[in-house]
């Protein structure tokens, strides 16, 4: 049904007065909306991180240094802060890097680095224009950071190498035996020694200019040392060197086949290459015997019948008159006079070794006897 005109005319005043309300309506929406998108793309988010404060995040629309680090918290930068932007997966971040100094002793002086950030030893060293060597102590070590709060201290090292020519003294070699039983303070020389010599390279080290150590980094001996040969007593330690069984109390634990006690024993000497009646070269442990009472090559065990003398194991390799007529029972071989004097005359106790147990110790005896060709010992 069509509106009459009276209708019509209604409408078209309503309209007339409404429309201008719903326009201004609908544009301030279209504007606030326009505002809301043009805000919200503009904010972000900023992690700001201060090397002297707190790290915060903030959701800002700033880009302005001085307005994020106030609307974060964060005080104003310093003569010599440094910032640094850059960018995270959620926005950004703000690094503020306070300087601090850092102290660098070298040479006999100190300066002091003004510094942001982490560094190395050799970096700062680089930016104080020193250089160092490889022998040089750099404390913190050349790829160590430099702590905030602490110091460089480069200590200079030189080294210093000279030769010497060094006596070394003559030792004493002591040789212990109980023949000096009835004097124990008694000591006799074998064998003079003399000093020897040895060429020494010595290296100096100095640090700062001040004597650190000295090292010895080579030596060479131009002319050996000869020790000096001393006798001195020892107490029961046998004046022969061979071997035989185990001795407890005074008595070989096995093989004894006879024992002599108190016998007279007397000591004489011969030259260095001297032989005995049986042909077996004299040494300490060969012993002269009536070979009527005891056969050559016998092996025995002789000691004092106090214990204080200990002779030691020995072979029955020579003879004499005075053994034969019994005006001795025994002689006890030194290879040397003076000692074949010290103990002209001793009351002995004899064990003679059966054969089977000699046997056991001939090899190991027959090698002393090889090795012994030192007069003296």
Do not use: C
Request: glycine share 10%.
């Amino acid at each position: 049904m069509a509106l009459s005109v009276k209708t019509r005319e209604h409408i078209r005043r309503w309209a007339a007065l409404a429309g201008p309300k719903w326009g201004a309506l609908l544009g301030g929406a279209a504007a606030l909306a326009a505002a809301i998108t043009f805000t919200g793309s503009a904010l972000h988010f900023t992690t700001v991180a201060d090397t002297h404060g707190d790290t915060v995040r903030i959701l800002t629309a700033a880009t302005d240094l001085a307005a994020v680090l106030q609307q974060s918290g964060t005080p104003p930068l310093g003569e010599h802060d440094e910032a640094v932007w850059s960018q995270t997966e959620d926005g950004e971040r703000l690094d503020v890097l306070r300087a601090y100094t850092v102290p660098v002793t070298a040479d006999g002086a100190m300066q002091e680095l003004t510094v942001t950030g982490t560094h190395t030893t050799a970096e700062l060293l680089e930016r104080a224009g020193l250089t160092y060597t490889a022998d040089d102590l750099l404390t913190p070590a050349a790829d160590e950071i430099v702590p905030e709060g602490s110091g460089i201290t480069v200590q200079r090292v030189t080294y210093n190498e000279y030769t010497v020519d060094e006596v070394v003294p003559t030792e004493i070699e002591e040789i212990p035996t109980s023949l000096f039983y009835r004097k124990q303070s008694k000591v006799m020389t074998l064998e003079e020694g003399h000093d020897g010599q040895d060429t020494v390279v010595y290296r100096e080290k100095w640090i700062d200019g001040e004597w650190a150590e000295t090292n010895e980094i080579e030596r060479v001996n131009e002319a050996a040392m000869v020790p000096t040969v001393q006798k001195i007593y020892g107490e029961q330690v046998p004046v022969s060197g061979f071997v035989g069984p185990d001795v407890v109390d005074g008595v070989p634990v096995e093989g004894v086949a006879a024992t002599y006690t108190g016998q007279r024993a007397t000591g004489y000497s011969a030259s260095a290459t001297a032989k005995g009646a049986s042909g077996r070269r004299l040494t300490y442990g060969t012993v002269a015997i009536n070979p009527g009472v005891i056969p050559y090559g016998s092996l025995l065990y002789i000691t004092s019948d106090d214990g204080k003398f200990v002779y030691g194991y020995a072979y029955a390799a020579d003879t004499g008159t005075a053994l034969v007529q019994g005006k001795a029972f025994i002689d006890l071989y030194y290879e040397t006079y003076e000692e074949s004097v010290e103990s002209a005359v001793i009351p002995v106790t004899v064990y003679v070794l059966d054969d089977e147990t000699a046997a056991r110790y001939k090899e190991q005896n027959d090698a002393i006897l090889e090795a012994d060709t030192v007069v003296g010992r």
